[in-house]
């Protein structure tokens, strides 16, 4: 490793993997109707959607294979493996729904499947992100609250519903290589 190595901790939805895009996906193919949400200007789709759509968006996001469905999000993939490559210590942090049965397995299978099965091993689930170590965390989640002080500091990956929330964080999206490609040199 060389010795300007960081502990980098990736979130993975929204991040890495595309929930709106999947529920999109899985709406219309279930209910055989566009998703009943536009803007995006909440950090969780359903405050984005009107209270009699709930039942149905959770059973779109608890059903088997979509977790392990979601596309990834552009750039994504090669970012992680440039990362990797320039001696970064990158581990995937995502915190599981509670309704757990189908997510933590095909998140896992998501990395699998995307990243390769070396990535499995770099895995993190957890519940409080204040809890594990790290450098830098990236995440798309605008608060992020635990029992602890996070180590980390927080990038915020670009997403519209935390774009009136950024309070002076580094914001980062894959295609857009000046916002991360520091971390190469
Ligand atoms: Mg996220």
């Known amino acids: 490793m060389k010795r300007n190595s960081r502990l980098l901790l990736i ?5 890495l993997a595309d929930f709106d895009a999947g ?3 899985a709406w219309q193919a279930r209910y055989a109707e566009d998703a009943p949400f536009a803007e995006r200007r909440h950090f ?50 995502t915190s599981p729904i509670n309704d757990y049965r189908n997510c933590v397995g095909e998140k896992l299978q998501w990395v699998e499947q995307h990243l390769g099965s ?13 809890w594990v170590r790290g450098d830098v965390l990236i995440d798309d989640k605008p608060h992020i609250s635990g029992s602890l002080t996070p180590m980390w500091t927080h990038w915020l990956y670009d997403a519209p519903y935390n774009r009136d929330d950024a309070q002076g964080r580094r914001r980062v999206v894959w295609t857009e290589r000046d916002s991360w490609a520091d971390l190469l040199v």
């Open 23 to 25: 529920v999109r996906a």
């Open 44 to 93: 969780y789709l359903r405050d984005d959607m009107a209270p009699q759509h709930h039942a149905r968006l959770q059973a779109v996001y608890t059903a088997a294979g979509f977790f392990a469905g979601l596309p990834p999000i552009d750039g994504a993939v090669a970012a992680l493996h440039e990362l990797l490559a320039a001696g970064h210590d990158v581990r995937i942090c």
């Open 11 to 15: 979130d993975q939805d929204g991040v």
């Open 118 to 130: 070396d990535w499995v091993a770099r895995v993190v689930l957890t519940k409080d992100k204040t």
